[in-house]
Structure formats: C-alpha cells, structure tokens
C-alpha cells in the first residue's frame, strides 16, 4: 500500500482498523451478499461514490452501473396533494427496504412537499426495521423539521455543513458557536471547540453520529469525537459532499456484513456495546478486538470522511482551479487503496 505522507500516525491506525469491515473478495461472496446497490432518485455522485467503492431516468444515463427506479411521487405526479396519504404512496419504496443493506436520503431530493412526507414515511419505516442510513442536504432539512425523526436512532449518519449546524442546532434549542464563529474566533482551542459543538448536538439529538464537514471534518457519536486529519483540496465545488455520503452508504453495508460475521476477522468478541469514551478508544485501538456496533459506526463515519477528502486532494492535485466533483468519482479507488488498501485474506467460515 502506497505511504500516506499527509495522515498522522492515529489515523494511520484507525485506516488500519478499518480494513477489519472492508470485506474480503472471497469466491463464496454472490452478488448481494455484501452491498446491493439500489437508489431511488440517489444523484450521480453519490451513487458513483458507492458504486466505485462496491458498487431517475437521467442519472440512470449516466452510467449502466446503476439500479435506478422512479418511484418517488411529488406534487407533479399526485392529483390531490392537499390530501396526500403518504403512508400509501411510500408503500413501494417500503416494500423495498428488506432487500437493502444502508439508504442514503438527500442528495438531489429536492423540497416538494409531497416528496418530503413520502420520505418522512420512509425514515420512519427504516428506523423501525434498524436499516442503517445517511441523512444529507435535504434529508437534513427533515430533521431540522422533525428532530423526533432521527432522536436516539444510533444506526444513522448526519452529514451537516456549516450553516446546516446552525439550523439543526436552532431547531433543538442548543446553544452552541457555530463553525464559522469559532473559526473567526481563532485561538490554539478551535479544534477542540468544535469537538465539543458537534458531540453536544450528538447528544441533544441521543447519540446520532454527525459528520460535521469543514476545513476538516469533525465526527461524533456524542461520547466520543473525531477530527479527520486527512488533507482536502483546496477548492470546493458543489457535489463533492455528495460523494461523501455515497462512501458512507458502502461503509454502513460493509459494516453490516462484518457484524452478520460473513467472514473471520480474526478479532475476539467482547460481547458489550462500548458505552464510555475509554471503551470506544479502546476498540478503535485494539488490533484484535471486535468493535461493537456503536464503534463501527462513528468509525465507519469517519472513513467516509477521510476517503472523501482524500478524492478532493488528489482532484485538486490534478485539475487545480478546474477541478469539479465528478473528478472526484475517478479518484475513490485510488484513495481506498492509498489510506485502506485490500484486506489480507482471512480465514472463513463454511
């Protein structure tokens, strides 16, 4: 695997335990068994995302790798959206869910009010069925709505921005500086300023783990938090946040499969979910210790984070100022392979 110059040593060891939920290219594998890919409206970059980590009409065109199925209504498709029955018309997507390993809600979705109550039915089913899922740009207006949604639901990733921080912050009463006021603050304590802002929503919102994007990235599951070292690109450009959460949707998939135990991780079960900052250190730490659910997943966030910032680099490295977040989608394998690499074949179980 190629030397990562640019990432501190901490993180080189959380990269190190992140192969333990990459799963193996094992010959027992079918398809489905570790990722099906299957998006309702999902935009181009996020589904690329996750489709070159595994794998609407319009998106559909843009690659024959992608399962594509229209099926969200919005007021254009209801003939009475004054007395839409939600519950009824998110039945097909609902009907879906079983078959799926992680949702990503979001990107692209837009802010028709039909559309929204479907997907508000949605979320509701998928927490109820324990589906692990991403919340993003519009997704996160949701919550913002509804924070009940999403509160105590620690099987699901809030991707906020700065100014969507802000408003999910607003809407549950908590009285925290926003990014950019501690970044104009400035100080030698920015950092852990920051950390301690987004592990306080974490917890208004009872353990959601938040990916709080920025100069770098912030995550938190409210007990403990990460800021991602991984250097980005210079240049922002609208649809890279999409290939982040299109990384976390595979991670979340893989997760899964390493907790179903589908391959021998060569790791010693604790039995216990960690429920203290000590204990999620020490299964981040641990090279031979299985991380409990609550673990995997703020780890599974913050390699999501780090393979996203790493595109940008890399992007940014090769295009400058021309650079656009579909240059991003040519970079996921190569920084997989450059912070994560292939795990090494382990053992299995018949």
Request: glycine share 8%.
């Amino acid at each position: 695997m190629e030397s990562v110059h640019h990432v501190s040593t901490s993180s080189k060891m959380l990269f190190s335990k992140v192969r333990k939920i990459v799963p193996p290219m094992l010959e027992k594998f079918h398809k489905g068994s570790l990722i099906r890919e299957l998006y309702t409206g999902a935009p181009y970059f996020s589904a690329m995302a996750s489709a070159r980590l595994a794998m609407l009409f319009v998106i559909k065109g843009y690659s024959p790798n992608l399962m594509v199925h229209p099926l969200l209504p919005s007021s254009a498709t209801v003939q009475d959206f004054n007395s839409t029955d939600a519950p009824s018309l998110a039945k097909p997507i609902i009907g879906m869910l079983s078959r799926l390993h992680a949702l990503v809600i979001g990107p692209g979705l837009g802010r028709d009010s039909v559309t929204l109550q479907v997907v508000t039915e949605v979320i509701r089913e998928a927490r109820s069925q324990s589906l692990p899922f991403v919340l993003d740009a519009d997704g996160l207006l949701i919550v913002t709505e509804d924070p009940d949604l999403v509160k105590g639901y620690k099987n699901c990733i809030l991707t906020p921005n700065v100014v969507e921080f802000g408003r999910l912050a607003k809407a549950l009463g908590v009285k925290v500086s926003s990014p950019a006021e501690i970044a104009k603050d400035g100080g030698k304590n920015t950092a852990d300023r920051e950390s301690a802002a987004c592990e306080e929503l974490s917890q208004a919102l009872g353990g959601v783990t938040i990916v709080q994007k920025g100069p770098h990235d912030v995550i938190s599951n409210g007990i403990t938090s990460i800021i991602s070292d991984v250097k980005g690109g210079l240049k922002r450009s609208g649809g890279q946040g999409d290939t982040l959460t299109g990384s976390l949707g595979t991670f979340l998939a893989w997760r899964a499969a390493y907790h179903d135990k589908l391959w021998d991780s060569d790791e010693k079960d604790n039995g216990k979910e960690a429920e203290s900052q000590e204990e999620v250190q020490a299964e981040l730490t641990s090279e031979n210790r299985r991380m409990s659910p609550a673990t995997s997943l703020l780890l599974a966030a913050w390699a999501g984070s780090g393979i996203t910032r790493e595109c940008s680099r890399r992007a940014f490295e090769a295009k400058g100022r021309s650079m656009q977040a579909s240059d991003l989608t040519d970079e996921v394998h190569g920084a997989f392979l450059r912070l994560i690499g292939e795990p090494d074949e382990p053992k299995t179980h018949l």
